[in-house]
């Protein structure tokens, strides 16, 4: 059964770093592209970071470039979220999905999604 499980998430001051995780199981994943999304209380679901399958692109959403980090590990099955010089508009719901396409900015093209992360960025 294919999984995903977020974790890393939590309370950071402004400025301050968190580091998120997201651990795939019960399917190949190194063959898929994942994403990080943003839900942002009130708010859709938005990409802020995703990584390809094969050649490890990488792609950012404006809001984060220069602060996020995403990177992967395909001998453990884990892709991370590095993030930095956080903002309170960053706090929300992070979560992580599997995409047997190329990376989108589109939900519907993911075939696997986590349960979700909460960051919470306040003073």
């Known amino acids: 059964q294919a999984q995903l499980v977020e974790s890393g998430g939590g309370l950071v001051q402004p400025g301050g770093s968190l580091r998120l995780s997201c651990a795939a199981s019960?399917?190949?994943?190194?063959?898929?592209?994942i994403g990080w999304f943003h839900q942002a209380p009130g708010k859709e679901r938005e990409g802020v970071a995703c990584?390809?399958?094969?050649?490890?692109?990488?792609y950012y959403a404006e809001s984060v470039k220069g602060r996020f980090t995403i990177s992967r590990d395909n001998g453990k099955g884990t892709v991370l979220l590095q993030m930095n010089s956080l903002k309170p508009e960053d706090t929300g719901v992070y979560y992580c999905?599997?995409?047997?396409?190329?990376?989108?900015?589109?939900?519907?093209?993911?075939?696997?999604w986590g349960q979700g992360t909460q960051v919470t960025v306040s003073s």
């Open positions: 999905a599997a995409s047997s396409n190329l990376c989108s900015i589109n939900l519907d093209r993911y075939d696997y």
């Open positions: 019960g399917f190949a994943s190194d063959n898929y592209a």
């Open positions: 990584i390809s399958a094969h050649y490890g692109n990488t």
